[in-house]
């Protein structure tokens, strides 16, 4: 029978089988620590709370569509967050298969955000229009999870840390994102614990500092990428780095063309240059050597 994998909409069939979960013993089902019994989707799922969520300002009808992007990519990104931070404990602890499978799931979530981008875009100008003056000073610019998602890519910035001062609770999170080893970081100590030559300044460092270029390192990866053979993992988390950091060029790319195409060139609501500084933001590289080395090759 056709309908949704999941069962959204469909009949309840019969089966010949019970239910894994149900206890003959007493006819009651079992639940484990944290289940409540009698649990059902809209509870799990927490759906009261997240389809309630949405308050227009504005008498526009676009709104709706502006906000749920927003909140959608929010969602995406603390799922990025979660899985970032799990790499890169596997990192520190020279665990790269499961790093590689968690890597390969940030690029996916990536694309996923970059044809976010698509259902913005059928906002018109006039749409926007409508629904600017609502917005008052509230900006994209000012998202704490997009400033450690990119804290822990690597593109450290102590004036990003003090745009959140407003908010100590979230000021703290940025700044022990700014002041942790990001993705980078971890990636070039894990080839420094495997007797490749990447400088001390490289391995120990302030964190805090943004990353800058180093012709050992290159040499160091230009290493692995000689011989993918004889080291396997390493050749395997510079492609995944090399696809990570590729969707996030990608994101910031349609990021931007979605911005001109429907503000053009207005200051943005947080006081940004608003298109100039997005432009700008496409010039950041985050594994340098990654891409360098391949012109050695």
Known sequence: ???????????????????????????HEETVPG?????????????DAILTAQSPLSPDHNEMLFIIQHQTSELWMKLMLHELHAAIGHLRNDRLPPAFKILARVSR???????????????????????????????????????CIEFAMGNKSAAMVRVHEHRPDLHDTVLAAQRAPSLYDESLRLLGRRALAVPASHCERDWREPYRASPEVEAAWLVVYRDPEAYWDLYQLGEELADLEDAFRLW????????????????????????????????????????SLRTRL
């Open 35 to 47: 289940a409540p019994p009698g649990m059902t989707y809209t509870d799990y799922l927490k759906l």
């Open 252 to 291: 910031r790319f349609r990021h931007l063309t979605t911005v001109e195409r429907v503000i053009g060139f207005k200051r943005g609501t947080g006081g940004t240059a608003g298109v100039g500084y997005l432009r700008r933001m496409l010039d950041t590289v985050l594994f340098p050597e990654i891409w």
């Open 109 to 147: 979530i990536m694309e996923q955000m970059v044809h976010a981008w698509d259902v913005l875009a059928t906002m018109t100008p006039p749409e926007y229009s409508a629904v600017r003056p609502y917005l008052a000073q509230s900006s994209g610019f000012q998202s704490w999870q997009y400033r």
């Open 1 to 27: 029978m056709s309908g949704c994998p999941f069962g959204h909409g469909a009949e309840p069939q019969p089966s010949t089988s019970p239910p894994d979960n149900h206890d003959h013993r007493t006819g």
